[in-house]
């Protein structure tokens, strides 16, 4: 039980007892803008503190407005890995005919971002929304990001959660060029400051793994990566690291 207590205090520390505005944009595969609209998501705890509720209050580029309620999520359950101040969630394997998808996120400061990636029934990449969040208001600002500034070498320390919640020691890691990652995967960049890396299709019981980089400045990136092996999701590894 301990490892899933460290989970959900992990999520309570970085993102509970939080209204956090956002901005919402919607990407197809070739980084055209689909959709754009704002989104406050509120994470509050109950006052016995052994659930969280959770809303979406969606206002949309046409005016209108609504709420959407999820969860009640009870201690200790949670349906996200929450690794220090990253999180990820989504399908555990492929299922043919069906949609697969995950959401990978992470703070810093009083800001986070998020991507959720969606493969429609077929296995092919469809769309990607990179959410961008502050905590006092929203704000329409992008950080402008250059594929460029990915580049060179990042060097940080690297944690591994797997599906029990078993976090690993840290270890020293060291990203080089991120661009040149794969040719076999999308490298895909978002004007957030967002990098994805992740197959062009998804297939059931074949090994992979997909990753959302985060620049945060010029200096400092942060790294969540999901991995699946033939069997479906395994471990998700999140990396903080600073250029040199």
Known sequence: MQPQLQNWDNCCKYHVNCDWYGVWTKYSRDGQVIDSFQCIRSF????????????????????????????????????????????????????????????????????????????????????????????????QESNLISQQQFSGIWEGKAKTINSNWIVSSPIETTYE????????????????????????????EQEFSAAVHWLINPNLLQSGIRNYDASGFTDFTFAELTHY
């Not at 969860?71 to 299922?95: C, E, H, Q, T």
């Not at 040149?180 to 299709?201: A, H, Q």
């Open 44 to 139: 509050h705890l109950n006052q016995e503190e052994n659930q969280i509720n959770h809303q979406n209050h969606y206002i949309y580029a046409d005016g209108k407005k609504e709420t959407k309620t999820f969860g009640p999520y009870k201690k200790p359950d949670m349906r996200a890995l929450f690794l220090d101040n990253s999180f990820s969630w989504g399908s555990a394997i492929v299922v043919e005919e069906s949609r697969f998808g995950f959401e990978t996120g992470f703070r810093y400061e009083d800001k986070r971002l998020s991507t959720v990636v969606i493969y429609n029934k077929g296995g092919n990449f469809q769309e990607i929304t990179v959410i961008s969040e502050v905590l006092s208001g929203i704000s």
């Open 177 to 204: 060029r991120l661009e040149n990652s794969t040719d076999s995967y999308l490298k895909l960049y978002f004007p957030e400051g967002v990098c994805v890396n992740c197959p062009d299709r998804v297939e059931a």
